[in-house]
């Protein structure tokens, strides 16, 4: 019988921020503040998502893809996720190659009730109240 270890679940809640447009402009500031600093924990939050995007602003969206490549280049490797400022943006948590799953904390809740994504009954839609239509008058 094997038996195994429980993993050790790591919070990322905690770690380093960046705002992408204010804080951090483009992949290449990321790239040369990852290659100064040790390859420490970092989310890197509000980056547009060129896949959601269309027009002018797809160009200037960084891929999704392009913060694994880049990721891996510093030894290190990327987790994205939904971020809390709108639903068109990813927030990116930037980890040592050595921190693997499972974690917590990626998705992050600021508060806002007006996030699709944060809905309370979303998972649970029977909990929800429908109106009753008024009845038709013959």
């Known amino acids: 019988m094997l038996s195994t270890a429980p993993a050790e679940v790591r919070s990322v809640t905690a770690i380093p921020t960046m705002a992408w447009g204010s804080q951090l402009a483009n992949l290449d500031q990321l790239s040369r503040f990852m290659a100064t600093d040790a390859p420490a924990p970092l989310r890197v939050t509000g980056v547009p998502n060129r896949r959601l995007h269309s027009g002018p602003r797809a160009h200037a969206a960084p ?76």
């Open 63 to 138: 891929d999704p893809e392009q913060f694994h490549a880049l990721a891996a280049r510093h030894g290190m490797w990327a987790a994205l996720t939904w971020s809390d400022e709108d639903a068109e943006l990813l927030d990116v948590v930037l980890l040592p190659a050595t921190t693997r799953p499972p974690l917590t904390g990626l998705l992050t809740r600021t508060g806002r009730d007006d996030d699709l994504t944060h809905r309370p009954l979303a998972n649970s839609p029977a909990a929800r109240t429908v109106p009753t239509p008024d009845p038709v008058l013959l």
